[in-house]
């Protein structure tokens, strides 16, 4: 009886980050190549991607506090972001990145701060509720050896 109310909450967990615009379907694909061989790929591929977003948010962070502001450098910084967050399916993340790249592009200092508070806060968000994600697997999993 646990668990299947276990594996009922991370099904709805889990589609409700698709529902609600957080994951795309490239986080089905790296799904698909979990496998017994490696029952943990998702979560290591996720725990790398927040390792390494969180570096390039201190990256951002401090070139947005330079004067003049290097919009190139800003750019790059996103655009490996974005193509960081894409590899896991992080589809909010990765629409506000490419907010972010248009007020690159437009060169609005103020809308890149603005547009930068939402990458952060999307990430955040996304990290809070795949952690959550996570942990509900974690618990199936040991209730499953115990049964």
Do not use: W
Request: charged share 30%; proline share 1%; glycine share 4%.
């Amino acid at each position: 009886m646990e668990l299947n109310h276990i594996m009922r909450q991370s099904k709805f967990t889990r589609n409700s980050l698709f529902e609600q615009g957080y994951l795309d379907e490239q986080f089905t694909q790296l799904e698909d190549l979990q496998d017994d061989a490696n029952p943990n790929f998702v979560k290591e591929i996720v725990t790398l991607f927040f390792s390494d977003s969180t570096r390039l948010i201190r990256n951002v962070e401090t070139a947005l506090e330079s004067y003049p502001l290097d919009f190139c450098k800003l750019d790059d910084y996103m655009h490996q972001f974005m193509g960081s967050s894409s590899s896991i399916g992080a589809k909010k993340v990765k629409e506000e990145c490419t907010q972010f790249q248009e007020c690159c592009k437009a060169r609005n200092g103020q809308g890149c701060i603005r547009a930068f508070q939402r990458v952060k806060q999307e990430h955040a968000t996304l990290k809070r509720k795949l952690e959550t994600y996570f942990q509900i697997l974690k618990q199936g999993a040991k209730t499953s050896k115990v049964e």
